[in-house]
């Protein structure tokens, strides 16, 4: 009888502490949130992005697309403000155009792919205009979360690839 009083008693402790130690966490998470993730794009939750062509999908928090969209400031901005391409204006990324390219990047394992390895946009031959994030230089998973920012950008913010941004 005493086991069980114990056990229940340790049991709610534990309980107690779990939601103190998530309740705790939840404004240093939502510091973390780039604002541009919740007001443009409206994500406050995971969301589902295709991965490759057979209709996989992987979730994406709105931590993951934030640290997605530090990367594109980093790396990407000084090309490719508001998903336009300044070296050739008719390559946006716009989804229409990273669908239409060859091959397709409208995936994030196509873009992860395109992004390793930077190829013209017929797919004819590498191109220098954008840089290649090796392994060395990005982890998959940074690659993964700046390909779900872009992705995510181009289906949902107003004007992002477009002349009109």
């Known amino acids: 009888m005493l086991y069980r009083l114990f056990?229940?008693?340790?049991?709610?402790?534990?309980?107690?502490?779990?939601?103190?130690?998530?309740?705790?966490?939840?404004?240093a998470q939502a510091?973390?949130?780039?604002?541009?993730?919740?007001?443009?794009?409206h994500i406050t939750e995971p969301i589902a992005l295709?991965?490759?062509?057979?209709?996989?999908?992987?979730?994406f928090s709105p931590l993951e697309l934030s640290a997605g969209k530090q990367l594109f400031e980093n790396n990407c901005i000084n090309c490719h403000v508001g998903g336009a391409t300044l070296p050739d204006p008719q390559v946006s990324l716009s989804l229409q155009t990273l669908k239409d390219a060859n091959p397709p990047r409208d995936r994030i394992n196509a873009f992860v792919v395109f992004m390793r390895q930077p190829m013209t946009y017929d797919g004819s031959?590498?191109?220098?205009?954008?840089?290649?994030?090796?392994?060395?230089?990005?982890?998959?998973?940074q690659?993964?979360?700046?390909?779900?920012?872009?992705?995510?950008a181009a289906q949902k913010a107003p004007g992002w690839g477009t002349e009109n941004f």
């Open 50 to 59: 295709e991965v490759d062509g057979q209709g996989n999908t992987r979730l």
């Open 31 to 41: 510091a973390n949130i780039d604002p541009y993730i919740g007001r443009y794009l």
């Open 143 to 152: 690659v993964e979360s700046l390909a779900a920012f872009i992705l995510t």
């Open 7 to 27: 056990a229940r008693y340790l049991f709610l402790v534990l309980v107690i502490v779990l939601v103190e130690y998530n309740s705790s966490n939840l404004p």
């Open 125 to 141: 031959q590498e191109t220098y205009w954008c840089r290649q994030l090796t392994p060395n230089f990005l982890s998959q998973q």
